[in-house]
């Protein structure tokens, strides 16, 4: 499912703690779900928080990512893609 960002910030939630969030609108319709192993642009995501998408504004959708640094590969306007990561075969023994 595609999204086209509108902000993506860093959410200081008191002392040290910021939470990366990627606020964004949906390309399509449709219900929107996570998923285990979910990429936004090939970055993990460990959430989505409904709440603090309806307080910026109807139709977007917040991306809670797992590392704050990421917030910063982000930018309003970006076309973004929200994919599963493909698990990597292991190779059996003796192979």
Do not use: Y
Request: net charge negative; with cysteine.
């Amino acid at each position: 499912m595609e999204f086209e960002v509108e902000a993506s910030l860093l959410v200081n939630e008191g002392g040290l703690q910021c939470v990366p969030v990627v606020f964004a609108r949906p390309r399509q319709s449709g219900a929107v779900e996570l998923g285990a192993d979910a990429l936004l642009n090939g970055i993990r995501v460990a959430a989505l928080d409904p709440a603090r998408a309806a307080q910026r504004g109807p139709g977007l959708v917040a991306f809670i990512l797992e590392d704050p640094m990421d917030a910063r590969w982000f930018q309003p306007g970006d076309v973004v893609r929200l994919t599963r990561a493909t698990p990597v075969p292991r190779q059996g023994r003796g192979s």
